[in-house]
Structures are given as C-alpha cells and as structure tokens.
T-cell receptor, first 111, second 115 residues
C-alpha cells in the first residue's frame, strides 16, 4: 500500500519562498503529483515528478528524490492568492492505479 | 463534456432522508473517484471505479453509503438515512487510463447539509 506524510500547516510572508515537504512509503512508485485547493474550490493539478530532480513551472517548482522517498513543492515570490491547501499524491499500482492523497498542507500567507 | 459535472451543487435535507448525488466525468475517462471533504479537512476517499474492474469501496464509511457507475460514464453516490455527520462537500474526480501523472480532474462538488 501507499502512505504520504506532509505538514498540516505552513505559514510564510508575502514575497518570500516556502517549501512544502512530502514523504511517502510505497510498494511501487510512478511519480509524485501536487494539487492546489483554494477555500470553497476543487483541487486542481499543479505538477508532477516522474524522475528525480526539479520541475519548474513559473513561480512553482517541485522536486523529487526517489532514493529518499521525498519530494517538495517550492513556491517563490509568494502572493496572497497562494493561500490554499496543497496535497501531494501518488499512484498505487497494487490497487488498480488508485490515486492516494496526503492529508494536505494548509499554507497561510502573512502580509 | 469539457469538465467533470456534479449535481446538485447544493442539497439541504432532513435527517433520515435519502440523497442521491450525480457525477458526469470527462468523456473517455476510465477512472472515477468520490471523495468527502468536511469543512477545513482533507480529502476523504470514498470509492474508486476503474474501467471494468470491481470498484474499490474501501473508503465508504458505512453501509448507508453506496455508489454505482454505468460503464465508463455517469456515477451516482447514494446516502441513505442521512445523519448530520454526513454534512460535507462531496467531490467527484475522473482521469484517463493510468500513465505518467495520471492527472485527476475534479468537479465543483456537491455541498450536502443535513439538518
């Protein structure tokens, strides 16, 4: 089976950089995804790492280290609109490729 | 359709009544998920349909909850004898055949309030 751990809350200042970590335990691994959910909205896909290293999309980057079973989401030049919950997710090959989500990290941004 | 469609968007019901929530996934998506999300909480997995495989019902919290899916299209989530603790947003998501990121597209959700 799969399990993911991520901090429940993170607080950062507008304009700063914040990192949200995710560690996972898997019996098989097909990469790590990240989703963003604003209050009252639905989760939306942000990024995916299938291989080790850094993937960059504008102000957001995601990193994966398969040897450490660890990844993170990096948000730069934080804006108030980045206040949201962020979920890491993996695919479970032992359960018909079911997507498993972490419990989510609530990001609070201070002005 | 262009996205995942859920109905109703809002449902208020009395304790003890049955409710049905509907999800129309993206055309061609073989996988369909139902999640429950209580206010300020994470995504609670309920059920997973993947093609013609037997559904993964391991997340259904009690036998009052059931879900059906017609082929690779519409799904309905039924909650019988609703309780106040069932009040939450019910999210549906779909994805295409597993590969790479296997991106899930979520619907806007059905907000259920049990009085």
């Amino acid at each position: 089976g799969q399990s993911l751990e991520q901090p429940s809350e993170v607080t950062a200042v507008e304009g700063a950089i914040v990192q949200i970590n995710c560690t996972y335990q898997t019996s098989g691994f097909y990469g790590l995804s990240w989703y963003q959910q604003h209050d009252g909205g639905a989760p939306t896909f942000l990024s995916y790492n299938g291989l080790d290293g850094l993937e960059e999309t504008g102000r957001f980057s995601s990193f994966l280290s398969r040897s450490d079973s660890y990844g993170y989401l990096l948000l730069q030049e934080l804006q108030m609109k980045d206040s949201a919950s962020y979920f890491c997710a993996v695919r479970d090959p032992d359960r018909d490729d079911k997507i498993i989500f972490g419990k989510g990290t609530r990001l609070h941004i201070l002005p | 359709g262009a996205g995942v469609s859920q109905s109703p968007s809002n449902k208020v019901t009395e304790k003890g009544k049955d409710v049905e929530l509907r999800c129309d996934p993206i055309s061609g998506h073989t996988a369909l998920y139902w999640y429950r999300q209580r206010l300020g909480q994470g995504l609670e997995f309920l059920i997973y349909f993947q093609g013609n495989s037997a559904p993964d019902k391991s997340g259904l919290p009690s036998d009052r909850f059931s879900a059906e899916r017609t082929g690779e299209s519409v799904s309905t989530l039924t909650i019988q004898r609703t309780q106040q603790e069932d009040s939450a947003v019910y999210l549906c998501a779909s994805s295409s055949r597993p590969s790479g990121a296997n991106v899930l597209t979520f619907g806007a959700g059905s907000r259920l309030t049990v009085l």
